[in-house]
């Protein structure tokens, strides 16, 4: 017996919404993932363009469903944010 689960070194959401440096957001995910704590990590969009570099604190796996929060530790903008999607993108 066996459990399904993805290990994520990136945290992909739908939502564009603004996001401020220092702030903590919530994010809900179809399917068991585990990411891991406390270590900067890459936030992309659903288009695989590079938002931000934050921190997931915290997750929860449920049947079919990880829930948690993570802080925005930088906004990517310029030339970092046109590389780093490139790299996403190539890298889908």
Same mark, same amino acid.
Do not use: C
């Given at each position: 017996? !066996? @459990?399904?689960?993805? @290990?994520?070194?990136?945290?992909?959401?739908?939502?564009?919404?603004?996001?401020?440096?220092?702030?903590?957001?919530?994010?809900?995910?179809? !399917?068991?993932?585990? @990411?891991?704590?406390?270590?900067?990590?890459?936030?992309?969009?659903?288009?695989?363009?590079?938002?931000?570099?934050?921190?997931?604190?915290? @997750?929860?796996?449920?049947?079919?469903?990880?829930? !948690?929060?993570?802080?925005?530790?930088?906004?990517?903008? !310029?030339?970092?944010?046109?590389?780093?999607?490139?790299?996403?993108?190539?890298?889908?």
């Amino acid at each position: 017996m !066996g @459990f399904p689960i993805k @290990f994520n070194w990136v945290l992909k959401i739908n939502q564009n919404s603004s996001l401020e440096v220092g702030k903590t957001y919530k994010f809900s995910k179809i !399917g068991n993932r585990n @990411f891991p704590l406390d270590t900067p990590i890459d936030l992309i969009n659903s288009k695989r363009e590079a938002i931000a570099k934050i921190s997931v604190l915290e @997750f929860t796996n449920k049947k079919d469903e990880t829930t !948690g929060k993570f802080r925005v530790l930088k906004i990517y903008e !310029g030339e970092e944010k046109t590389i780093l999607t490139a790299y996403w993108i190539e890298n889908q």
